[in-house]
């Protein structure tokens, strides 16, 4: 798998403020990433410097391989700006021509037509655009975006503001567009939930500062750990509590009513504690495995910052 | 380059859709020009054709003045009506970030936008002015002094309002792209009423003829300070200062 994006010790100061203070991150083709941080953590400046808004003070950036400043490598990237750039007073299929002949497109009309087509918006092609709805905008702006067939997209809290229907209809897009089409979406959000629904990367920007990055799955499960909760129906012996405090690969908490809690610190599976249980008469009656969530960890790591001031 | 045409175009559909702004831009050039007209011919082209001995240099140079006139108060309001008002919104709407972030550069931007005012302003302002001149010259001076033409009367009439407002418009669309959008529109506010104010004393005072080289080369000469100034200012011009600038 090639890089697709990557930031090294990239710095960025307004005056005498540094916004970005030596980030770097990497991400793969054909990845979901999603770029979490809070309001003024640094995702709008980051977001700038990759597309060549406003240059870093320091650092190395490259896209596919090249330096982001590059004119050439403007064409390999399709973005959705958190403003959505669209001209009110022109159509859909005005807009979309517009950037088409800018990006240099050949077969301009089919192209244009084929995205207002996947964005559920052909029927709309010859209304003006200060007439859409903000899901709709958002919409004909990702159509804007693929128009040029890009490799990399670049989004900016893509769904702000969209109601929830909107929503589901732009992430089932985003969906398909590295399902089908193997491209690489770079996205920045606050919304935790969001992320961890489509994303399989992440990196977490806290005022200028990464303070996490690398695979979703494994740094849920690396530093925010998982429980694993199992429904007893009748006693558990005290004898079989104390031989599972002593077996530390179970990570045994608590038992309440009937309930016993484990969090197990390495790669202990449910089958693993219920075969135990089964093995000892208790008669279990249901087992499940819950996953701490992307919020678990971001609040975690806010704590740790409250922490070390 | 090759993305400046279509910049232009999106430019000129965005701005001159808008039926309001256009209203407003016929509506006052007309009333301004019809006003000017009326003004000069009642108080000198008139008495001058009634007159005994009509003298027909002095009517020329006022029938110069009113083509002078009738392109610069048009230039001068499209620039007004065409630049803040609409730079002030697609800031606002952060549009340029969404041109710039692709393969269209600042200056190619910036370019596109002064095209897309100053070429519809041309347009009008040679319709009107040559309106203007066909008009008075067929309906007041031909039936008693015959057509009154002369080449400096036309080029003075016809091309120093656009030789002028072009780096004009370049310098109010420079500074509204890289700063403020409104203190562009200050320093057209300001041209318009600077070259009005000249208009009306040459009106009353008729101190300097609109067709002579004195005129022509004062004209050249502010056009060329101007043009000065924005080849100066626009090294300044980033992509960084268009995104800050506009920043909500």
């Given at each position: 798998?090639?890089?697709?994006?990557?930031?090294?010790?990239?710095?960025?100061?307004?005056?005498?403020?540094?916004?970005?203070?030596?980030?770097?991150?990497?991400?793969?083709?054909?990845?979901?990433?999603?770029?979490?941080?809070?309001?003024?953590?640094?995702?709008?400046?980051?977001?700038?410097?990759?597309?060549?808004?406003?240059?870093?003070?320091?650092?190395?950036?490259?896209?596919?391989?090249?330096?982001?400043?590059?004119?050439?490598?403007r064409r390999?990237i399709g973005f959705v700006l958190?403003?959505d750039g669209l001209y009110?007073?022109m159509t859909a299929e005005e807009n979309l021509t517009f950037y088409a002949r800018i990006y240099g497109v050949?077969?301009i009309?089919?192209k244009v037509?084929?995205q207002l087509?996947?964005?559920?918006?052909?029927?709309?092609?010859?209304?003006?655009v200060?007439?859409?709805?903000?899901?709709?905008?958002?919409?004909l702006a990702l159509a804007r975006a693929l128009v040029h067939g890009p490799?990399?997209?670049?989004?900016?809290?893509?769904?702000?503001?969209?109601?929830?229907?909107?929503?589901?209809?732009?992430?089932?897009?985003?969906?398909?567009?590295?399902?089908?089409?193997?491209?690489?979406?770079?996205?920045?959000?606050?919304?935790?939930?969001?992320?961890?629904?489509?994303?399989?990367?992440?990196?977490?920007?806290?005022?200028?500062?990464?303070?996490?990055?690398?695979?979703?799955?494994?740094?849920?499960?690396?530093?925010?750990?998982?429980?694993?909760?199992?429904?007893?129906?009748?006693?558990?012996?005290?004898?079989?509590?104390?031989?599972?405090?002593?077996?530390?690969?179970?990570?045994?908490?608590?038992?309440?009513?009937?309930?016993?809690?484990?969090?197990?610190?390495?790669?202990?599976?449910?089958?693993?504690?219920?075969?135990?249980?089964?093995?000892?008469?208790?008669?279990?009656?249901?087992?499940?495995?819950?996953?701490?969530?992307?919020?678990?960890?971001?609040?975690?790591?806010?704590?740790?910052?409250?922490?070390?001031? | 380059?090759?993305s400046?045409?279509p910049t232009?175009v999106a430019?000129?559909r965005n701005?001159?859709?808008?039926?309001?702004?256009?209203?407003?831009?016929?509506?006052?050039?007309?009333?301004?020009?019809?006003?000017?007209?009326?003004?000069?011919?009642?108080?000198?082209?008139?008495?001058?054709?009634?007159?005994?001995?009509?003298?027909?240099?002095?009517?020329?140079?006022?029938?110069?003045?009113?083509?002078?006139?009738?392109?610069?108060?048009?230039?001068?309001?499209?620039?007004?009506?065409?630049?803040?008002?609409?730079?002030?919104?697609?800031?606002?709407?952060?549009l340029?970030e969404s041109i710039l972030a692709g393969p269209v550069?600042?200056?190619?931007?910036?370019?596109?936008?002064?095209?897309?005012?100053?070429?519809?302003?041309?347009?009008?302002?040679?319709?009107?002015?040559?309106?203007?001149?066909?008009?008075?010259?067929?309906?007041?001076?031909?039936?008693?002094?015959?057509?009154?033409?002369?080449?400096?009367?036309?080029?003075?009439?016809?091309?120093?309002?656009?030789?002028?407002?072009?780096?004009?418009?370049?310098?109010?669309?420079?500074?509204?792209?890289?700063?403020?959008?409104?203190?562009?529109?200050?320093?057209?506010?300001?041209?318009?009423?600077?070259?009005?104010?000249?208009?009306?004393?040459?009106?009353?005072?008729?101190?300097?003829?609109?067709?002579?080289?004195?005129?022509?080369?004062?004209?050249?000469?502010?056009?060329?300070?101007?043009?000065?100034?924005?080849?100066?200012?626009?090294?300044?011009?980033?992509?960084?200062?268009?995104?800050?600038?506009?920043?909500?």
């Amino acid at each position: 798998m090639s890089t697709a994006i990557r930031l090294e010790n990239v710095r960025k100061t307004f005056r005498s403020t540094e916004v970005l203070r030596g980030i770097g991150f990497a991400v793969e083709t054909g990845d979901m990433f999603g770029y979490l941080g809070s309001n003024g953590a640094g995702k709008t400046t980051t977001i700038r410097i990759l597309l060549d808004l406003i240059r870093a003070t320091s650092g190395e950036i490259s896209i596919m391989g090249e330096r982001a400043d590059r004119d050439a490598i403007r064409r390999r990237i399709g973005f959705v700006l958190d403003s959505d750039g669209l001209y009110n007073a022109m159509t859909a299929e005005e807009n979309l021509t517009f950037y088409a002949r800018i990006y240099g497109v050949r077969d301009i009309g089919p192209k244009v037509a084929g995205q207002l087509e996947a964005v559920g918006l052909a029927d709309r092609a010859r209304d003006r655009v200060g007439l859409f709805s903000r899901g709709m905008r958002q919409r004909l702006a990702l159509a804007r975006a693929l128009v040029h067939g890009p490799d990399v997209l670049i989004l900016d809290e893509p769904m702000s503001g969209i109601d929830p229907s909107g929503q589901i209809e732009l992430r089932r897009i985003l969906q398909d567009v590295v399902r089908q089409d193997g491209k690489t979406i770079f996205f920045s959000s606050h919304d935790l939930d969001e992320v961890q629904r489509i994303c399989n990367r992440i990196a977490l920007i806290d005022r200028g500062e990464i303070r996490l990055a690398g695979e979703l799955k494994t740094l849920i499960r690396e530093m925010g750990g998982h429980e694993i909760i199992v429904d007893v129906g009748g006693g558990v012996p005290e004898s079989l509590v104390n031989e599972l405090k002593g077996a530390p690969e179970f990570g045994f908490r608590t038992l309440e009513n009937g309930r016993l809690v484990f969090s197990p610190p390495g790669s202990a599976e449910v089958s693993d504690i219920v075969g135990r249980l089964v093995a000892r008469g208790v008669k279990v009656e249901g087992a499940r495995r819950t996953e701490a969530s992307l919020e678990d960890l971001y609040a975690a790591i806010l704590k740790e910052r409250e922490g070390s001031k | 380059m090759s993305s400046l045409a279509p910049t232009i175009v999106a430019h000129l559909r965005n701005s001159y859709r808008l039926k309001g702004a256009v209203f407003v831009m016929f509506g006052v050039s007309v009333l301004l020009i019809a006003g000017l007209i009326a003004l000069v011919c009642v108080l000198a082209i008139v008495p001058e054709t009634r007159s005994p001995n009509p003298n027909a240099a002095e009517a020329a140079r006022y029938l110069g003045l009113i083509v002078y006139g009738t392109g610069l108060l048009v230039m001068g309001i499209n620039l007004n009506v065409f630049t803040a008002n609409n730079l002030v919104k697609e800031k606002a709407q952060r549009l340029f970030e969404s041109i710039l972030a692709g393969p269209v550069g600042v200056r190619t931007l910036w370019m596109a936008k002064s095209l897309a005012v100053f070429l519809p302003g041309l347009v009008f302002c040679e319709a009107f002015a040559i309106a203007s001149f066909l008009g008075v010259n067929t309906l007041i001076i031909a039936p008693r002094m015959g057509f009154l033409a002369s080449p400096t009367m036309i080029f003075n009439g016809l091309a120093l309002v656009p030789i002028l407002y072009f780096p004009l418009c370049c310098l109010v669309l420079l500074v509204g792209l890289s700063a403020n959008p409104i203190s562009g529109n200050v320093i057209a506010n300001i041209a318009f009423a600077a070259l009005v104010t000249l208009l009306i004393n040459l009106v009353t005072r008729a101190g300097l003829d609109v067709g002579s080289s004195v005129f022509t080369l004062v004209h050249l000469a502010l056009a060329g300070g101007v043009g000065l100034l924005v080849f100066v200012l626009q090294l300044r011009l980033t992509k960084e200062r268009v995104v800050l600038s506009s920043r909500t």
